[in-house]
């Protein structure tokens, strides 16, 4: 649909600092984001904000993002127009640089071809497209600038609470994304710098073969396109003096803040006692409470000098004089079967046990009596009469009588 | 060699952690135009001299296994200061080092998880804070200039450096991609380039 120019700057002279509201909010617009905008932006003239929202969809200053949707975005060449009348620069990426640059080449290619065929009519329509091309890369390497330039200085002034690894972030994006592409494109080594020497000597070879007449046209073109290479290297190379002080500052600061809240962090997830002691920033503290004074080391040697002379401990070497008492009673348990053998049998045998041995306790003649009984060479059987007391040394048993024989 | 001046005062103040700046002259000074001699001097005792690369000089602190409580309460007011300092969107060490600052003014209760940081290694209150303050004064960390105003000394970049050093583990854990120092080596090949 055509728009009616007079319509369309009639409307934009009425509603300047809606459509700078406009392009400064960008992306997508619903109409009741549109209808805030109207009413915080009101125009010279009175009008309803609905009136002001159909109109900027009719003269297509607002177009739809897809046919039939609510949502609607500031039509591309509106949005360059009111960049260039704000003076806002919008940065090229190296990838439309690098098109360029194919551009060129394609041209010269064509250039070359109607050189050496000695045919002017290609000569002249590449030559404008050369100039053409030129142009473009020349405003686009300006205003790339520019924006780097807007760019740091909007870091350097910014007042809104941005912390510090987010304007690294977007420092490093700028650096990645249009400063460091753009100086391989166009460094010495670079296709850029290829592309134009091959443009000159094509542009110089047209002038010594007088295929092309406009020699004045021909030498501005030789100038633009030695200024446009030495320009875009210093431009981008001034670019990078520009960022990298910052890039380095946030860059320190953007690590040191991070350090800190990791080491917060982690305290606030694992507590005080798994912190451990990396976090720590150490500090010497010399502590001499154990280092001993001259007083101390000469009482300490004055005690060693003073000392009373001591025999020293006598090691006694020779055998002990009497048995101990566990290999005593294992002797007389052992020698207990032999003894029993000769009086075989024996009718009571608990009653042979203490009349016999009435000097041992009761524990140790339970021993000898159970090491009789379940002897290899005893049977043991109750006698069947009444179960009788046996005093001991130490107490008294009561059991029915065992007869011990030999098997 | 125990010619070297002023070393009596010297080892005074750095054997009780005391970190020499350009405020502590005329200690400074001599440490400065002889350290070499200095270092040899305590190294023979056992004590190494640092000297940091912004200039100031401390005792390498020994590994104690039993910390002292100022450490970590140190560590996480420091912490919390350039946690701070980060979301204010300004350069760290510029917002520390360029300004006074009022001790009713810190940000450390100015909100619930910084004060929760704080109540882990036992500081509550803005008298807590003071007595550490106090006792960073006593480390050459801190100055007071007034009954509540202060301004950090040069020494509190351990403090940076601790960071810097945190943030390095982290990385070459692989926490991030993305680290600064990836961008570093890949920003300073083209700078070398140029």
């Not at chain 1, 109607?114 to 686009?140: C, G, N």
């Not at chain 1, 053998?341 to 009718?347: D, Q």
């Not at chain 2, 209150?125 to 950090?152: A, C, Q």
Request: proline letters at 6%.
């Amino acid at each position: 649909m055509k728009i009616n120019p007079q319509a369309f700057f009639n409307f934009c002279a009425a509603h300047p600092v809606l459509l700078r509201a406009l392009a400064e909010r960008g992306g997508e617009f619903s109409e009741a984001e549109t209808l805030r905008l109207i009413r915080a932006n009101p125009g010279a003239a009175e009008e309803l904000p609905e009136t002001a929202w159909r109109r900027l969809r009719e003269l297509q200053i607002l177009v739809p993002t897809e046919p039939g949707s609510e949502s609607h975005f500031l039509a591309e060449p509106v949005a360059r127009l009111l960049s260039y009348l704000f003076n806002e620069a919008n940065p090229a990426t190296p990838e439309m640089i690098r098109g360029y640059v194919l551009s060129l080449d394609t041209t010269c290619k064509r250039l070359a071809r109607a050189l050496d065929e000695e045919d002017i009519t290609p000569v002249k329509l590449a030559f404008d497209e050369i100039s053409q091309t030129l142009r473009r890369i020349h405003a686009d390497l300006d205003e790339t600038h520019h924006a780097i330039l807007t760019e740091v200085a909007r870091y350097k002034t910014e007042r809104a609470r941005v912390s510090v690894r987010e304007k690294f972030r977007r420092i490093v994006h700028w650096m990645e994304r249009y400063v460091e592409p753009m100086i391989k494109i166009i460094d010495a080594d670079g296709p850029l710098r290829a592309t134009f020497d091959e443009t000159e000597r094509l542009l110089g070879r047209a002038r010594e073969e007088a295929l092309f007449n406009d020699h004045p046209a021909l030498a501005r073109n030789l100038r633009f396109l030695r200024l446009i290479r030495d320009h875009a290297l210093r431009v981008f190379t001034q670019c990078r003096k520009e960022i990298q002080p910052l890039y380095e500052s946030l860059r320190r600061s953007s690590a040191i803040a991070e350090g800190a809240a990791r080491a917060l962090e982690k305290l606030q997830n694992e507590g005080l006692v798994r912190w451990g002691n990396e976090p720590l920033i150490g500090v010497c503290a010399l502590r001499f409470q154990n280092v001993p004074g001259d007083a101390a080391i000469g009482h300490a040697l004055r005690r060693v000098v003073e000392h009373p002379p001591e025999p020293p401990p006598v090691l006694e070497l020779t055998s002990e004089e009497a048995a101990p008492g566990a290999l005593l009673r294992r002797r007389w348990l052992d020698a207990l079967p032999e003894r029993a053998a000769t009086e075989l049998p024996i009718e009571d045998l608990l009653g042979w046990m203490v009349e016999r041995h009435p000097d041992q306790d009761t524990a140790q003649i339970l021993s000898g009596f159970s090491e009789l009984i379940f002897h290899d060479n005893f049977h043991a059987r109750f006698t069947g009469n009444a179960p009788r007391a046996y005093p001991t040394a130490d107490g008294e048993l009561e059991a029915a009588p065992i007869q011990l024989t030999s098997l | 060699m125990t010619s070297l001046p002023h070393l009596q005062p010297v080892f005074e103040r750095l054997k009780r952690g005391y970190h020499l700046g350009p405020d502590d002259e005329p200690e400074y000074s001599a440490l400065a135009a002889r350290f070499d001699d200095y270092a040899a001097y305590f190294e023979a005792i056992g004590l190494r001299l640092i000297r940091h690369e912004r200039e100031f000089f401390y005792f390498e602190p020994d590994n104690a296994e039993t910390v002292p409580d100022t450490l970590p309460r140190i560590a996480v007011f420091s912490f919390i200061l350039i946690d701070h300092a980060a979301n204010q969107g300004r350069p760290i060490e510029d917002f520390i080092f360029s300004q006074n600052f009022l001790l009713t003014t810190l940000p450390h209760f100015t909100l619930d998880r910084y004060a929760a940081l704080l109540r882990q290694v036992d500081v509550h209150d803005l008298k807590d804070i003071k007595n550490l303050l106090d006792h960073m004064k006593r480390i050459g960390w801190v100055k007071w200039l007034g009954e509540d105003e202060f301004r950090f000394l040069r020494p509190f970049h351990r403090v940076f450096s601790k960071c810097l050093e945190l943030s390095a583990s982290s990385s070459s854990r692989g926490d991030e991609a993305q680290t600064p120092e990836a961008n570093q080596s890949l920003l300073t090949s083209a700078a070398t380039k140029e």
